[in-house]
Nanobody
């Protein structure tokens, strides 16, 4: 049984930082591109970032470029999202996702387009 378990969410002031983690089990982690999506209250789920199988390629949504950094540790079956310079508009539930397709198409993925999803972790940024 595949599980993606997110952690690290919380409440932070604008300008602050958080680091999210997603621990994967039940799959061959190095065979999956990993990514993060988020869903703000009253809005649809949107792509945030993705990282390739070996970590050599990354892609980001324009709204987070230069502020968020995705990384992965294949030895620990874990993907991370370092979020800096947080803004109130970053407030959302953040979901980890795993899929075999390359990072190229991730920005167009919808809520049903990844092989596996985590349950999400809440990030709240106060102004």
């Amino acid at each position: 049984q595949v599980q993606l378990v997110e952690s690290g969410g919380g409440l932070v002031q604008a300008g602050g930082s958080l680091r999210l983690s997603c621990a994967a089990s039940g799959l061959t982690f190095r065979n999956y591109v990993m990514g993060w999506f988020r869903q703000a209250p009253g809005k649809g789920r949107e792509f945030v970032t993705a990282i390739s199988w070996g970590g050599g390629s990354t892609v980001y949504a324009d709204s987070v470029k230069g502020r968020f950094t995705i990384s992965r540790d294949n030895a620990k079956n874990t993907v991370y999202l370092q979020m800096d310079s947080l803004k109130p508009e970053d407030t959302a539930i953040y979901y980890c996702a795993a899929d075999r397709t390359s990072t190229t198409g991730w920005a167009r993925k919808g809520p049903n387009d990844c092989d596996y999803w985590g349950q999400g972790t809440q990030v709240t940024v106060s102004s």
